[in-house]
């Protein structure tokens, strides 16, 4: 792709990925083929932020491993009021960094080409 | 969620949950427990879930009919303290990943729609029936 277009889209979206993988996000967006331009204009990434706020607020109750599609521990932690209140204490220390893992991961997903659209959030 | 992640998970949410029953079973005094809900330490109204470590402690007695009364997810978590340890042990002797094939399958499942309602009004249900019980 033209270095145009993937430095725009690094500007708009270097907040929602961890810093030591930006530069080969670069690359691998520059080695695409241009085609698949649209599919990655498309993607919506889960605000880091927002997912702190949430665990603030509903960690206990798991909402915010529920928001990012991690549905397993998300009840496991409504189950056990957030790990004994433990777990909701970690986690509002990891969701930022689980977060941007995430989204690190839909964009694996467009590079292997196997992407199936934005995935559910529910 | 990569298989040494979620093992470890559940080994580790697996020893706490039985340090924690445990502890509560050589107190002396059950009447008097310690909770560490946040929801419920701050707010004074108590969670979805609060209620679930008496719960397993009634199952542990026998007295099932008491524990359904006092929060019906207690039977959850005491089946997955149970089956679930036993299933990771298992996998990781035999070196296969039979559980974490399972517990994707399972998340696809709780992302249908119906699922999901069905779960967040049980859920839901609970919570307003733990209030009115004042647990």
Redesign the interface.
Known sequence: MEAQKVDFFMMTNAKYFEGQYLMWLREQLLQLDDSRWPEVQSQQFKDPTTLLIVSLLGGNLGIDRFMLGDTGIGIAKLLTCGGLGIWSIIDWFMIMPATREKNLTTMQRIFSGTTYGPLSTV | ?ARSR?YS?IVI?SL??FA?ITYLHTREYRDNEPT?????NITSIP????G?SRSVMLIMDGNYLAALKTNP?GF??SF?LLVCPAWVLVDMVMKRSSFLRF?HA??SV??I?WV?ILMITF?AANWIWNIMKGI
């Open positions: 969620m979620l998970i949410a706490a949950g924690w560490l809900c946040m929801i419920k969670c979805p879930s609060c679930s997810l959850l978590i997955l517990y399972m998340e709780l992302r729609k999901t859920v």
